[in-house]
């Protein structure tokens, strides 16, 4: 066999494999015909990126394979209460192609591939659904307020909580970009209709988040509907509004105790129009502020038992946005070490260029620096001087407990 025949074979094989790789579907006369009036010279670059980038691929499917293998591994090893160590991580940042650039100008002489089929995504329910479904099937129109009496009601719930301004609000700059509204849902386009997620508010709560913490809290947020609803001052029409409330997230509870207790069930979940439908409470007025809270307050406790009492802002942050237990790990002395890859499945790694080519400790000093920027912006402005009313409010309800019976709109920063 000829020198000249054995690198055409091996270009031929090349651009079959790069074919393969990007969806192209080249195959016949016609593909043969071109490659063969390829040069040697543009053959062989053929087949160095196709060296190249069948390796890489390889590489980095490997490296995804042991970094699951390993997480896999820890939660098991935390499960049974033993230490980790170094050696239960994978240290490198996943494989960076640096091989031969595609050679687009050899591949302008082949010839074009027939369309790509359309890629099929599951389409990311949006508010509009959420709001369809909550009618349909729970008979709920959330109660929607204006932007300041929602921060507002969120500051007090925090405050109440245990959460204090720079928490709340530093992590409402991280996540809304510091001028979100609390019914802005992540990567929503208004032209396209279509949303990167389900994440919805201030603390971008994900819609299984949301059926988690109706399982976990709604029987709480039914009882204090219903407390509300008996106070004085209450007029007749919003009491029975209230009551009427209560009922539906009762029956929410129900559902939502129905469904088993974990991640991967709630996503499921989350996809039915029942768990849409328990998203919408992130919108009401009156049960959406405290719901968020006390998501962020569950983040408090879970480092709290582990021995990290005082959370600065970033921290809550991490743990919100990894994950309670992944967000955690991160700040250990050891994982603060590691890529942040070993926290995050491949897709969602994928999807965040926020956690890309970080390590623990390097991804919560970003969010921290992103924190001071997005802090300035006007809304997070807003919030804070918003929060610091709440704080005089509350203060001086203790020596007037009947200021807490006043309109939120009481606080007077208007």
Avoid at 116 to 140: I, T
Wanted: proline share 6%; aromatic share 8%.
């Amino acid at each position: 066999m000829s020198k000249r025949l054995t690198v055409y074979i091996l270009a031929f094989c090349a651009l079959v494999a790069i074919a393969a790789a990007e969806g192209r579907a080249f195959a016949g006369t016609p593909l043969q015909d071109a490659i063969a009036k390829l040069t040697p010279e543009q053959q062989a670059a053929l087949k160095a990126y196709e060296t190249a980038h069948i390796s890489f691929q390889r590489r980095t499917d490997q490296y995804w394979r042991l970094t699951e293998l390993k997480r896999k591994r820890r939660r098991a090893k935390l499960a049974a209460g033993k230490a980790l160590t170094e050696a239960d991580y994978v240290k490198e940042q996943p494989p960076v192609y640096n091989g031969p650039p595609r050679p687009d100008e050899v591949m302008k002489l082949l010839p074009k591939p027939p369309p790509k089929p359309a890629e099929k995504r599951e389409r990311v329910a949006v508010v509009a659904d959420f709001l369809r479904f909550a009618q349909e099937v729970y008979g709920f129109v959330p109660d929607r307020v204006s932007e300041d009496d929602f921060m507002i009601a969120y500051a007090m719930e925090a405050t109440r909580l245990g959460l204090n301004k720079d928490q709340v609000v530093r992590l409402y700059a991280f996540e809304t970009g510091g001028q979100g509204t609390h019914d802005l849902q992540s990567g929503y386009n208004p032209r396209t209709g279509h949303a990167a997620s389900t994440a919805l508010g201030y603390a971008q709560l994900l819609a299984p988040n949301s059926i988690e913490q109706i399982r976990k809290e709604g029987e709480d947020f039914a009882a204090r509907l219903e407390r509300e609803a008996q106070q004085s001052g209450v007029s007749e029409s919003k009491a029975r509004a209230l009551l009427a409330k209560a009922a539906i997230v009762r029956r929410m509870v129900v559902d939502a105790r129905k469904v088993h207790d974990g991640w991967g069930a709630h996503v499921a979940y989350a996809k039915t129009p029942k768990g849409l439908a328990m998203h919408t409470l992130n919108l009401d007025g009156d049960v959406g502020p405290w719901m968020q809270v006390v998501k962020l307050k569950g983040i408090k406790e879970y480092a709290a038992k582990r021995g990290m009492e005082n959370l600065s802002a970033a921290q809550l942050e991490m743990m919100n946005l990894a994950g309670p237990g992944s967000g955690f790990e991160m700040m250990q002395p050891i994982g603060g070490k590691m890529p942040t890859s070993n926290f995050f499945e491949r897709r969602a790694y994928g999807r965040n260029p926020v956690v890309a080519g970080e390590t623990g400790a390097t991804l919560l000093a970003k969010i921290d620096k992103r924190m001071d920027v997005s802090a300035q912006r006007q809304g997070a402005q807003r919030f804070a001087v918003i929060f610091d009313g709440v704080a005089r409010r509350l203060a001086g309800a203790r020596a007037q407990p009947a200021l807490l019976t006043e309109p939120l709109s009481f606080l007077g920063i208007r």
